[in-house]
T-cell receptor, first 114, second 113 residues
Framework: NAGVTQTPKFRILKIGQSMTLQCTQDMNHNYMYWYRQDPGMGLKLIYYSVGAGITDKGEVPNGYNVSRSTTEDFPLRLELAAPSQTSVYFC?????????????FGSGTQLSVL | AQSVTQLGSHVSVSEGALVLLRCNYSSSVPPYLFWYVQYPNQGLQLLLKYTSAATLVKGINGFEAEFKKSETSFHLTKPSAHMSDAAEYFCAVRGAAGNKLTFGGGTRVLVKP
């Protein structure tokens, strides 16, 4: 099993450009999440999904969009990149989102907006 | 609402010394508590979790954590640090009725030879 796979690993964007961060998992997990990690701030939830066709906002959704057309894929879209979106982005998944479940994380995408 | 506070963004320990990472939480419901570890250039991995079965929880790589309700704490310890323990450690809390984790700011551990 590959687990949770994120692409690309690194990306530099110019202000105003758009891009999609890809995330796919092969564990048949229903729940998927997008987090951003900023130094000293821990991880902040951007969006999450409880199943194909269902998405919801997390703590910091502004400037981002997501879709969930399949169980496996959960792409994150940045429409107009801003310097404040410079961060490390992690995708994660879990089976059913139960309180005691662990999350499986991808290896992250380091994004710089200049 | 729930929150997590990790005291100390950086901790430096000598190889063989005790590792102690502090985590305090707030939660309006009995919490589920987790410690995750992030090695350089990798995603987070679960170290251990508390789910009310026992207050002392043992995890991987010799780590353990003790849930103290009266102190709203879930500190992580390891008796003897190894060079491979150099990483960033995150405490996280999830309320029983919710399905979203709230993370602390993280503590980066440096192990000196």
């Amino acid at each position: 099993n590959a687990g949770v796979t994120q692409t690309p690993k690194f990306r530099i964007l110019k202000i105003g450009q758009s891009m999609t961060l890809q995330c796919t998992q092969d564990m048949n997990h229903n729940y998927m999440y997008w987090y951003r990690q900023d130094p000293g701030m821990g991880l902040k939830l951007i969006y999450y999904s409880v199943g194909a066709g269902i998405t919801d906002k997390g703590e910091v959704p502004n400037g981002y969009n997501v879709s969930r057309s399949t169980t496996e894929d959960f792409p994150l879209r940045l429409e107009l990149a801003a310097p404040s979106q410079t961060s490390v982005y992690f995708c994660a998944s879990s089976i059913e989102g139960q309180p005691n479940e662990k999350l499986f994380f991808g290896s992250g995408t380091q994004l710089s907006v200049l | 609402a729930q929150s997590v506070t990790q005291l100390g963004s950086h901790v430096s320990v000598s190889e063989g010394a005790l590792v102690l990472l502090r985590c305090n939480y707030s939660s309006s419901v009995p919490p589920y508590l987790f410690w995750y570890v992030q090695y350089p250039n990798q995603g987070l991995q679960l170290l251990l979790k508390y789910t009310s079965a026992a207050t002392l929880v043992k995890g991987i790589n010799g780590f353990e954590a003790e849930f103290k309700k009266s102190e709203t704490s879930f500190h992580l310890t390891k008796p003897s640090a190894h060079m491979s323990d150099a990483a960033e450690y995150f405490c996280a809390v999830r309320g029983a009725a919710g399905n979203k984790l709230t993370f602390g700011g993280g503590t980066r551990v440096l192990v000196k030879p």
